[in-house]
């Protein structure tokens, strides 16, 4: 079975572009794939946090995986800082990554513009760490949104410049898309973030959701309730893509451009199918919360099996390295 790897950072709050872009997606390729999913702690170390909340945001992460349906019976989830490889086998891949490389990814230069007080090295570092959390487990593809995708190129990079000065021990990895369209903010500007502030969260209650969902922006153009719409335009026609059916979408679209219902109809409609689909993830994440025994048994037992498949990664690479054993 071809393996999976991908990443998610302890941000705490995972939002509608998280979940549609990337969780859901994952849930869906455990049956065909072995898979391996992390929550990266020493990513979210490049840049300023609060020191006192990244235990609960790294298991409140964790609690979401599980509850959106992530299954510890078929993917082994674990916290990134309890596998210390992933951080050795980054020190090594830094020795054949060109810095020019890095100094381009786009990532890192808007980081580096949002964070002018904090430029460190392991903001720039980051894609390379994020190569080793690849290959570390040799995973041939990488469910991600579009805009990793530039990380992605330069993990291949990185393991076909390890091949051919070293030995050819490493895959070179594939992203694999959403089908889901990229969904922007309750804005309707810019892609949905938790920091931009116009994201709806996976957890949060149903008013609130609905509360985002009626004030948020759609076709600019719709003025009136009698002005005929374009949904090809409207952030909520996009969200609907992710949440509802074929029969729905036609409805829709023949009801926006005809001017037969109004924004707030459409929107009832798309709360309805979010509501559908999240109220479960929200039930079962409250009952984790309850039960935090097994979410941390669940981390344990991720991280004691890919510590046994880092471990073999990692003797491979430094006997290619050539190091000196120890006895
Ligand atoms: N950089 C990814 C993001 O911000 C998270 C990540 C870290 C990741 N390591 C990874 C994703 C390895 C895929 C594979 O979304």
């Not at 002018?116 to 469910?143: C, E, F, H, S, T």
């Not at 990793?148 to 190129?153: K, N």
Request: with cysteine.
């Amino acid at each position: 079975m071809k393996r999976i790897f991908s990443g998610i950072q302890p941000t705490g709050e995972i939002h509608l572009g998280n979940y549609v872009g990337a969780i859901r997606n994952w849930t869906y390729l455990q049956d065909e794939y072995d898979c391996v999913f992390c929550v990266v702690d020493y990513h979210a170390i490049t840049i300023e946090y609060p020191v006192e909340e990244m235990k609960k945001r790294t298991l409140d992460t964790a609690i979401i995986l599980l509850a959106c349906g992530l299954s510890p019976e078929r993917s082994k989830i674990f916290v990134q800082s309890h596998v210390p490889e992933h951080t050795e086998l980054a020190w090594i891949f830094n020795t054949v990554t060109p810095i020019g490389e890095v100094e381009r990814m786009t990532q890192f230069k808007d980081k580096a513009r949002q964070h002018r007080a904090n430029i460190n090295m392991g903001l720039m570092d980051y894609p390379v760490l994020q190569a080793a959390d690849i290959l570390l487990y040799k995973a041939g593809y990488v469910p991600v949104g579009e805009d990793q995708v530039q990380h992605i190129e330069l993990c291949r990079e990185v393991a076909r410049k390890f091949n051919t000065r070293f030995a050819p021990i490493f895959p070179e990895p594939e992203e694999l898309l959403s089908m889901a369209p990229r969904i922007l903010g309750v804005d309707g500007q810019s892609k949905m973030s938790k920091s931009l502030g116009n994201y709806i969260g996976i957890l949060e209650e149903e008013d609130v959701v609905w509360e985002k969902l009626r004030t948020a922006v759609t076709d600019v153009n719709r003025v009136r309730r009698k002005d005929p719409g374009n949904p090809e335009v409207c952030n909520i026609y996009t969200i609907h893509r992710a949440f509802s059916d074929n029969a729905m979408l036609i409805e829709i679209d023949k009801g926006c451009t005809s001017a037969g219902i109004g924004c707030i109809d459409c929107k009832k409609m798309l709360f309805e199918n979010v509501k559908r689909e999240l109220t479960p993830v929200r039930e079962k994440a409250r009952e984790l919360e309850k039960n935090m025994d097994y979410v941390v048994d669940v981390l344990e037992k991720g991280a004691d099996a890919c510590r046994e498949i880092a471990d073999a990664t990692m003797e491979e690479v430094r006997a290619t390295l050539g190091l000196y054993p120890p006895r």
